[in-house]
């Protein structure tokens, strides 16, 4: 049973019915933290794909235990946690350990996520953010999105951010940004897009303008009427015959 694909098609429902699914992503140094705090901060709860796929691997996780059967102890640091840097010198030329990798991870990834919507859903949360940095190289995260805000900026500025962010020399910052997939590509993508070219405090009013656009555009969570307890109490039941 494809668990990913069953939870994706009830969170579409989902998010047409009493809420609202924005996905957001940019390039490196574009921004995107800046963004994300001022979402917060305005009271718009931001779902952290990074953070996510950090936890999945966390000392004493069953991904993590997986991810040493396959590898060995070799990628485990004296501290018990993930060494990182050494699974990526290891699946970096090697299309097959990374696809053992993804099989590992994608899915506990996938799970968590579109549990931690399932629960903003269930408590009449009307507004979500899922801030995933390859949310179009993957796509797996691109059916439940309403709609896909890029944060973007010029391919001077995002040189000049990363190079004082990582201390990185200009040609190691240019690789980073060159193996990644082109902000200009995300931006035809977007639905909407949050350029950042000038001061903090700019990006984040632009952040918090867009927030307020999409809060005026829904009406009233419909999760404590009548249909909406109903509908909820369907999805819940079909979660847990599923997964049973």
């Not at 957001?24 to 933290?33: A, D, M, Q, R, V």
């Not at 507004?127 to 709609?147: F, G, N, R, W």
């Not at 951010?161 to 082109?182: C, F, H, V």
Request: glycine fraction near 8%; aromatic fraction near 6%; charge should be positive.
């Amino acid at each position: 049973r494809d668990s990913r694909g069953f939870y994706r098609v009830l969170l579409q429902g989902l998010s047409t019915r009493t809420m609202r699914i924005l996905g957001l992503t940019g390039g490196i140094s574009c921004g995107k933290s800046t963004v994300v705090k001022a979402i917060e901060r305005v009271g718009v709860p931001v779902i952290d794909c990074d953070k996510i796929a950090r936890q999945v691997v966390q000392p004493g996780s069953q991904g993590l235990k997986e991810i040493k059967k396959a590898f060995g102890s070799q990628v485990i640091q004296a501290d018990g946690s993930l060494d990182r840097k050494g699974l990526g010198k290891i699946i970096f030329n090697d299309a097959d350990k990374r696809r053992v990798l993804n099989k590992i991870t994608i899915p506990r990834i996938s799970r968590t996520i579109m549990w931690t919507v399932l629960t903003h859903f269930m408590v009449g949360t009307p507004l979500v953010v899922i801030d995933a940095p390859t949310l179009y190289e993957t796509k797996s995260l691109l059916p439940l999105c309403h709609s896909v805000i890029v944060v973007a900026t010029t391919k001077e500025r995002q040189l000049e951010w990363l190079m004082k962010r990582d201390g990185s020399t200009e040609k190691d910052a240019m690789s980073r940004i060159n193996s990644q997939m082109p902000v200009e590509d995300k931006v035809k993508l977007a639905n909407k897009v949050i350029w950042n070219k000038g001061s903090r405090d700019e990006a984040e009013a632009k952040a918090i303008q867009l927030m307020e656009e999409f809060r005026s555009s829904l009406g009233l969570s419909r999760l404590f009427s009548a249909p909406g307890i109903v509908f909820t109490s369907v999805v819940c039941w079909a979660l847990l015959r599923f997964i049973a």
